[in-house]
Nanobody
């Protein structure tokens, strides 16, 4: 699976952005997809994940209620809708997938084997 994240940019605090992650391969619909971010000098932070069907989602407390993950399996794409953005949301955002299909990977970066190249989100105050 190859992943390509896009949609990052500069936004003012309180604004919104939608990130996309396009995946190659015919089995995209069999993978849990996760979103992470990494701020300068910090570890990877799990943001949330979505099941292969799109029915189930899980979010980190830091973004719950502000961020929403969805997917369109027909387009091999997963989305991260980010609302009420704060300066502390500034980071490089990554989509990721585990190697195994139909497997809930949880929130640890080491559980994910395939990573997109990242897209930078900058939130100004």
């Amino acid at each position: 699976v190859q992943l390509q994240a896009s949609g990052g940019g500069l936004v003012q605090a309180g604004g919104s952005l939608r990130l996309s992650c396009a995946a190659s391969g015919r089995t995209f619909s069999s993978y849990v997809m996760g979103w992470f971010r990494q701020a300068p000098g910090k570890e990877y932070e799990f943001l949330g994940a979505i099941s292969w069907t799109g029915i189930s989602t899980s979010y980190a407390d830091s973004v719950k209620g502000r961020f929403t993950i969805s997917r369109d399996n027909a387009k091999n794409t997963v989305y991260l809708q980010m609302n009420s953005l704060k300066p502390e949301d500034t980071a490089v955002y990554y989509c990721a997938a585990p190697k195994s299909v139909h497997r809930w990977a949880g929130g640890k970066p080491t559980a994910y084997d395939y990573w997109g190249q990242g897209t930078l989100v900058t939130v100004s105050s």
